[in-house]
T-cell receptor, first 116, second 114 residues
Framework: SQTIHQWPATLVQPVGSPLSLECTVE??????LYWYRQAAGRGLQLLFY??????ISSEVPQNLSASRPQDRQFILSSKKLLLSDSGFYLC???????????????FGNGTRLTVT | DAKTTQPNSMESNEEEPVHLPCNHS???????IHWYRQLPSQGPEYVIH???SNVNNRMASLAIAEDRKSSTLILHRATLRDAAVYYC???????????????FGQGTTLQVKP
């Protein structure tokens, strides 16, 4: 069966420090991968998605970047964190999307980031 | 992405049915209606999806209006574990530029009272 792992579960970082969040998927190949963020009391915002190794699409301009160095690995990074980067970060995967496909997204348990 | 409109919050009593409404008046012919829910401090989980016909699975039922401009997620017997934020999302599966991404709105916060 497929599983998705995110770590760490919680993180407290000072303003201006770098960030690296990692997400890995097991039990599937060529998945679509997604990074979402949920600010306190708000909905989920899609940050990045990837349809293959090295292919990253950004949904919103921000202080963050994403990379996909391996098929089932998705990394969210920042060189210098801002207070506004605080939030609940969620990684998700789905089977490689094709026209007509309705495969659901599967989410990890998230990383709660507090920037102080 | 076509928009959906949901009530901000709803309350239900335990073991009673719950009907969660969603309006999507600008839905297109290739939009599927998806529902996800998010329990506190967890990632969202898939609940159900449909196109035109009503759908049932082990978690819930989805009733879709004949004109497809609205739908209702039905939880047949609410339990305390059903307390969550429920998201109604339109997903275009016939767009060359679509990559399967989901755009979440604010959802409906369901409270279940014992």
């Amino acid at each position: 069966s497929q599983t998705i792992h995110q770590w760490p579960a919680t993180l407290v970082q000072p303003v201006g420090s770098p960030l690296s969040l990692e997400c890995t998927v097991e039990g599937t190949s060529n998945p679509n991968l997604y990074w979402y963020r949920q600010a306190a009391g708000r909905g989920l915002q899609l940050l990045f998605y990837s349809v293959g190794i090295g292919q990253i699409s950004s949904e919103v301009p921000q202080n963050l970047s994403a990379s996909r160095p391996q098929d089932r690995q998705f990394i969210l990074s920042s060189k210098k964190l801002l207070l506004s980067d605080s939030g609940f970060y969620l990684c998700a995967w789905s089977v490689l999307f094709r026209t007509g496909d309705n495969s659901p997204l599967h989410f990890g348990n998230g990383t709660r980031l507090t920037v102080t | 992405d076509a928009k959906t409109t949901q009530p901000n919050s709803m309350e239900s009593n335990e073991e009673e049915p719950v009907h969660l409404p969603c309006n999507h008046s600008t839905i297109s012919g290739t939009d599927y209606i998806h529902w996800y829910r998010q329990l506190p401090s967890q990632g969202p989980e898939y609940v159900i999806h449909g196109l035109t016909s009503n759908v049932n699975n082990r978690m819930a039922s989805l009733a879709i209006a004949e004109d497809r401009k609205s739908s209702t997620l039905i939880l047949h017997r609410a339990t305390l574990r059903d307390a969550a934020v429920y998201y109604c999302i339109l997903r275009d599966v016939d767009s060359a530029s679509n990559t399967g991404k989901l755009i979440f709105g604010q959802g409906t916060t369901l409270q279940v009272k014992p």
